[in-house]
């Protein structure tokens, strides 16, 4: 889909505010450039961060990732129903439908089309790994990979049953620099939660520490600006969410894989090579798995080539930063438009990329009321 905006938006660094209606749910790039946080508040904590909007959309995304050629890849989130599932932006300002129109608006004229994604993830050879948890159709979960060099589908993986059971909501995805495997994080309805292993190889997925309490949420307040967030259940009652594995990362050398429920306290780790032999028994795989840091709820996380991991900080409005070397928690930045953060990853340019999802204002948090306000910005900093 070609851009509502001229190219040489990016070009003149400006961002345009206003929010472009209508577009029949189809996403529209509102503005992109590069604005610093100096003009929009004193709510910053760390000037060294550089804090700086690079684009502006319509609809709320779910996950992000970026090509080597610079592109924005993002999933949009089901929660607020865009027609598109995938939309990526181009360096030069140009928002389309990720990975084609077709595949991208679930219309099944091809032979495959996305349900409703929100992990996604690019690959050390620069494929894109969309992560399809099937949960708009109720159709059968899976993983989507796509060459965006050669414009060409590479492979189609389901998860099926027992890899998946039917509380899955399959929600983000690690994939594996140096083996062919790719983790993901099942919160379920938090007392089933899990992670999932995909051999690449073989196709075939394994649901491991499934119950285990480095996956389990915990029963703590989850308070955004004074207000209880609650979940809309379908007979219309609101109920305190119990959202489990979350947040998702492996290290760069594929070593360990960082993971724990996004309402909880506690970030775990555990060895790739535990996971993926296939002769330990739940028992001994669970006793693999290593306490790492204090964590606020979250949603996501990354790692950049020192170890450290920066985590979204959902309730304080901010990207924080567990230190490799201390292992301690803090806050790396903060900003009163930080709503709900999330999608970190990291661009060519080095800088760390996340963006503001609103999801306590979805209808799924707001007791069926949509009180979202786009734009929905996508922000960048600076790493120590």
């Given at each position: 889909m070609r851009s509502l905006l001229p190219s040489s938006c990016y070009r003149r660094r400006s961002v345009i505010a206003a929010f472009l209606p209508g577009a029949g749910g189809r996403i529209i790039l509102l503005g992109c450039g590069l604005l610093f946080f100096s003009s929009m508040g004193r709510a910053q904590t760390n000037p060294k961060a550089k804090l700086e909007v690079t684009a502006e959309l319509s609809h709320a995304p779910g996950g992000m990732t970026i090509t080597p050629s610079g592109n924005i890849v993002l999933s949009l989130h089901q929660f607020q129903q865009a027609n598109e599932r995938v939309v990526e932006i181009t360096p030069e300002g140009e928002v389309k439908s990720f990975p084609t129109p077709d595949i991208s608006l679930g219309t099944n004229k091809?032979?495959?089309?996305?349900?409703?994604?929100?992990?996604?993830?690019?690959?050390?050879?620069?494929?894109?790994?969309?992560?399809?948890?099937?949960r708009r159709s109720e159709t059968l979960p899976k993983l989507v990979a796509w060459n965006?060099?050669?414009?060409?589908?590479?492979?189609?993986?389901?998860?099926?049953?027992?890899?998946?059971?039917?509380?899955?909501?399959?929600?983000?995805?690690?994939?594996?620099?140096?083996?062919?495997?790719?983790?993901?994080?099942?919160?379920?309805?938090?007392?089933?939660?899990?992670?999932?292993?995909?051999d690449l190889d073989t196709g075939l997925s394994r649901r491991v520490l499934q119950s285990h309490y480095s996956v389990?949420?915990?029963?703590?307040?989850?308070?955004?600006?004074?207000?209880?967030?609650?979940?809309?259940?379908?007979?219309?009652?609101?109920?305190?969410?119990?959202?489990?594995?979350?947040?998702?990362?492996?290290?760069?050398?594929?070593?360990?894989?960082?993971?724990?429920?996004?309402?909880?306290?506690?970030?775990?780790?555990?060895a790739t090579r535990h996971l993926r032999d296939l002769s330990l028994k739940p028992v001994e795989l669970a006793s693999r798995v290593e306490g790492y840091s204090e964590k606020p709820i979250c949603d996501g996380i990354a790692i950049d080539s020192k170890g450290n991991i920066f985590i979204s900080d959902i309730?304080?409005?901010?990207?924080?930063?567990?230190?490799?070397?201390?292992?301690?928690?803090?806050?790396?930045?903060?900003?009163?438009?930080?709503?709900?953060?999330?999608?970190?990853?990291?661009?060519?340019?080095?800088?760390?990329?996340?963006?503001?999802?609103?999801?306590?204002?979805?209808?799924?948090?707001?007791?069926?009321?949509?009180?979202t306000r786009p734009p929905f910005l996508i922000f960048k900093i600076k790493i120590p």
């Amino acid at each position: 889909m070609r851009s509502l905006l001229p190219s040489s938006c990016y070009r003149r660094r400006s961002v345009i505010a206003a929010f472009l209606p209508g577009a029949g749910g189809r996403i529209i790039l509102l503005g992109c450039g590069l604005l610093f946080f100096s003009s929009m508040g004193r709510a910053q904590t760390n000037p060294k961060a550089k804090l700086e909007v690079t684009a502006e959309l319509s609809h709320a995304p779910g996950g992000m990732t970026i090509t080597p050629s610079g592109n924005i890849v993002l999933s949009l989130h089901q929660f607020q129903q865009a027609n598109e599932r995938v939309v990526e932006i181009t360096p030069e300002g140009e928002v389309k439908s990720f990975p084609t129109p077709d595949i991208s608006l679930g219309t099944n004229k091809p032979i495959l089309s996305l349900d409703a994604v929100l992990g996604v993830k690019t690959d050390k050879k620069g494929i894109v790994w969309m992560l399809d948890n099937g949960r708009r159709s109720e159709t059968l979960p899976k993983l989507v990979a796509w060459n965006p060099k050669e414009k060409e589908l590479v492979r189609v993986i389901y998860i099926p049953p027992p890899a998946t059971i039917p509380s899955s909501f399959l929600n983000d995805i690690a994939v594996d620099p140096e083996k062919p495997f790719i983790y993901i994080t099942d919160p379920a309805d938090g007392q089933d939660a899990a992670l999932i292993v995909v051999d690449l190889d073989t196709g075939l997925s394994r649901r491991v520490l499934q119950s285990h309490y480095s996956v389990q949420p915990q029963d703590i307040p989850f308070v955004i600006d004074g207000q209880a967030i609650e979940v809309l259940r379908p007979d219309g009652s609101m109920v305190k969410p119990f959202s489990g594995g979350n947040p998702i990362a492996v290290d760069g050398k594929g070593d360990w894989l960082y993971f724990g429920p996004m309402i909880g306290r506690s970030l775990y780790r555990v060895a790739t090579r535990h996971l993926r032999d296939l002769s330990l028994k739940p028992v001994e795989l669970a006793s693999r798995v290593e306490g790492y840091s204090e964590k606020p709820i979250c949603d996501g996380i990354a790692i950049d080539s020192k170890g450290n991991i920066f985590i979204s900080d959902i309730v304080g409005k901010a990207i924080g930063i567990v230190d490799e070397k201390s292992r301690k928690y803090e806050i790396y930045v903060r900003h009163e438009q930080f709503l709900w953060p999330d999608g970190l990853c990291f661009g060519n340019d080095g800088r760390l990329y996340f963006f503001a999802s609103q999801l306590q204002n979805t209808p799924t948090f707001s007791k069926g009321k949509d009180g979202t306000r786009p734009p929905f910005l996508i922000f960048k900093i600076k790493i120590p």
